[in-house]
């Protein structure tokens, strides 16, 4: 579980007069935007009303557990420590994820004391900017997006070796995911601050002291306030307050995991394979492209909810801006894509492509699967 799984090799972007032409008109567009409406591409009040929302919800919710509040029933006691689960989510994917990218705000300080939102929820802001970042930069590339790397519990690209167990993973997959969020603040962020020395196309990493401080402080802490401050305050068995941390985690990580693997790991999606020296034939504005699609791109409640997450084509392509900003971007997106004869890849709802993702599953649980490249099309039955 804790080997290392990334690779060394360095990963460059090749380019031309035609692909960067269309990077630049659309940067030009969506920096117009901005301009003619006057606004900044941080966080407005829009943001301000949903970072209050998040926390104070938090700060309410553990408030009313962990003053037996809900503790007269077992079953009203699960149902607040899931609300809890699903308030920590809101929190990740609303106000942690835009400041990790410094979309959050123009001050580099507020940015990293929202990021530490991360690290209340149980992660380490530290760590996930820097696996999210190479994420952002090499989305879909074997072994260097730390996103496909699973233990080879999953096999999410042809390139990743075959092994028996994949032949059942459209089955087991979602099952897995629930479990995603309880894996990483167990063990994921050890692995990835001991183990690892690559990230992306950082290599030979040195993490500064001051971080592992970090990460243990806060990890001491999660735990102190999300399990033993409840088994020594609750008047319920201490088995109830472990299946409560486990249900704070298992619906709210299914929930997460799905909504940021289906907008690239899906049936019409591509994997790009290096050549020997590490080139990547498109430029990155391309790239993007042909590895993201967006889910539910007209409804505003969920857009809401999920932190503009379902709008993932234009948050790669401008990480910086906060994700309020993304439903008008994203009609620039598709506009200028379709000026150029581009493909603007979407599913109308989430189970769309929730089903194209096990589609994909199901077709890479085959030995001999193979993904098709750049400019040609994907369809598997």
């Known amino acids: 579980m804790l080997q290392k799984t990334t690779t060394r090799k360095f990963i460059r ?78 929190i990740a994917m609303n106000i942690m994820h835009d400041a990790c990218h410094n979309a959050y705000s123009s001050k580099k300080k507020v940015n990293k004391w929202m990021g530490y939102t991360m690290n209340l929820i149980g992660g380490n802001s530290y760590l996930f900017t820097k696996m999210h970042n190479a994420h952002h930069a090499f989305v879909n590339i074997h072994g260097i997006d730390v996103t496909l790397e699973s233990h080879g ?46 990230i992306g196309n950082v290599k030979d990493i040195e993490h500064p002291k001051k971080e592992l401080w970090i990460l243990l402080a806060t990890k001491a802490l999660y735990f102190t306030y999300a399990l033993i401050l409840p088994m020594l ?14 249900m704070m985690h298992i619906p709210s990580s299914l929930f997460f995991a799905l909504i940021f693997q289906i907008t690239h790991i899906y049936n019409g999606t591509h994997y790009p394979i290096p050549d020997e020296e590490g080139n990547i034939e498109n430029n990155y504005f391309m790239h993007v492209l042909e590895t993201t699609a967006d889910f ?31 439903r008008p971007l994203t009609e620039i997106v598709i506009e200028t894509a379709q000026e150029f004869g581009l493909e603007y890849y979407e599913n109308p709802g989430f189970w769309n492509a929730y089903g194209k993702h096990l589609q994909l599953m199901k077709h890479l649980s085959k030995p001999d699967a193979q993904v098709p490249q750049y400019g040609k099309s994907v369809a598997f039955n």
């Open 13 to 90: 972007y090749k380019s031309n007069k035609r692909k960067n032409e269309f990077a630049s008109i659309l940067k030009k567009r969506v920096n117009q935007y901005f301009i003619d409406n006057n606004i900044s591409k941080h966080a407005n009040g829009t943001m301000i009303f949903k970072s209050v929302l998040g926390l104070s919800s938090f700060v309410i919710l553990y408030g009313l557990i962990i003053s037996n509040t809900f503790s007269f029933s077992y079953v009203a006691l699960i149902l607040a420590f899931t609300a809890l689960g699903f308030v920590n989510i809101f």
């Open 153 to 198: 519990m999953f096999r999410f690209t042809p390139q990743e070796p075959f092994a028996a167990k994949h032949k059942w993973q459209h089955f087991y997959v979602s099952f897995i995911y629930a479990i995603v969020s309880l894996h990483w603040v167990t063990i994921k962020d050890f692995k990835w601050f001991f183990t690892e020395d690559s």
């Open 233 to 246: 305050l609750l008047n319920v068995p201490i088995w109830m307050v472990i299946l409560g941390f486990l």
């Open 296 to 326: 539910s791109r007209s409804n505003k409640f969920w857009t809401f909810m999920m932190g503009g997450i379902n709008l993932h084509v234009v948050h790669h392509l401008f990480p910086t801006v906060c994700h309020v900003h993304y």
